[in-house]
């Protein structure tokens, strides 16, 4: 017994743990591989089978009280005695918990008033109920006490505080674990850096940037193209970062910056600044002044994939 005692302590302690630390992973979390699995199982299975037990003995119990009343009432027809049935154990509470006035006694507490057949009677509250109102009184005593005045239990406004503290921490210590690349923008340099720049082939590919600028960067009616050597917004490597980080959001170019990472956007950059000179077929008109790049020839400086 002291054993399932503590299994199902344990039980409630899981759920509460649960309820408690939004950071720390619990048994909810995966409980198929938690260690403690098999011990659950086996505590929600006693308490079945307790459940299971219990009723099955209160069954087997009125069928006896059954046996008993009719035995009885057989004997007190041998005898020639008026049998009267003692009340049931739970007729008793219920009579304790709902005081209710038999039938017969009815007309003492009838206030006269007569609707449609339908009459009034004073009878009082059930003492299940007052004493259920008296419990809330008492518990609002100790709610107060507990809440307001010993300080020993945290208030909503506290609990929401606590709650937004875990998930700061969390955050905070996440963000730790994925340390994101900073680009300084005042040391990037644009070099034909083979890694980056295909890596920065995949960002642009598909409905990132070819949707607007096309696949191989040649522009189509929405954007400009991106191969040639006149830029609306500059063509210097800060300034192909900064419009593609920051968008022209009025003009139709997004804020990338809001949905790639600072490599990214440095990958993409490097990948646009690559497509100079590729001369897709059908490219759109220059728009934009002309900026001469200058494009260090090799992949020999290992750019700021460090960074
Ligand atoms: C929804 C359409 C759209 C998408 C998607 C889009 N762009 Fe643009 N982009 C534009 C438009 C329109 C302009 C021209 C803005 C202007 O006229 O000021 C532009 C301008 C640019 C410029 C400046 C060109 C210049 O001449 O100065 C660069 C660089 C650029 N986009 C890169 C990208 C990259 C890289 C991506 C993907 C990460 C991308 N764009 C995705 C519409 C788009």
């Known amino acids: 017994m002291k054993k399932i ?26 409980p198929f591989t938690h260690p403690d699995l098999p011990l659950f199982v086996v505590s929600a299975f006693v308490f079945i089978v307790l459940l299971l037990v219990i009723i099955t003995s209160l069954i087997l119990l009125r069928a006896f009280n059954t046996l008993v009343e009719q035995t009885e009432r057989e004997r007190a027809k041998a005898q020639g005695i008026v049998y009267t049935p003692k009340p049931s154990f739970f007729s008793k509470i219920s009579q304790k918990l709902n005081d209710s006035v038999p039938l017969e006694k009815e007309k003492d507490i009838d206030m006269g008033h007569d609707f449609d057949g339908i009459r009034e009677l004073d009878n009082h509250l059930p003492p299940w109920w007052k004493w259920l109102f008296y419990g809330t009184i008492g518990w609002s005593a100790v709610y107060i006490f507990l809440f307001h005045f010993s300080g020993s239990l945290p208030l909503m406004q506290e609990e929401y505080e606590e709650e937004v503290a875990i998930a700061e921490a969390a955050k905070k210590a996440f963000q730790a674990s994925q340390p994101q690349a900073v680009i300084d923008l005042e040391k990037l ?38 191969t040639d050597e006149y830029w609306i ?31 990214e956007v440095r990958d993409v950059t490097f990948f646009v600044m690559s497509l100079q000179g590729s001369n897709p077929p059908n490219a759109k008109a220059p728009q934009g002044e002309l900026f001469k790049m200058d494009v260090p020839k090799a992949d020999t400086v290992k750019a700021q994939a460090s960074l």
């Open 5 to 30: 005692i503590i299994m199902l302590v344990g039980l409630v302690g899981s759920v509460n743990a649960f309820a408690q630390e939004a950071s720390t992973k619990t048994f909810w979390d995966d």
């Open 189 to 226: 340099v644009f070099t034909q850096d083979a890694e980056i720049i295909a890596r920065g082939r995949t960002v642009f590919a598909g409905n990132n940037c070819g949707s607007c600028h096309r696949a191989d960067g040649g522009g189509n009616t929405i954007g400009p193209n991106l």
């Open 233 to 263: 917004h500059g063509g210097d490597v800060k300034k192909v970062f900064a419009t593609i980080k920051d968008g022209f959001v009025e003009k139709g170019m997004p804020a990338w910056g809001k949905a790639l990472s600072p490599t």
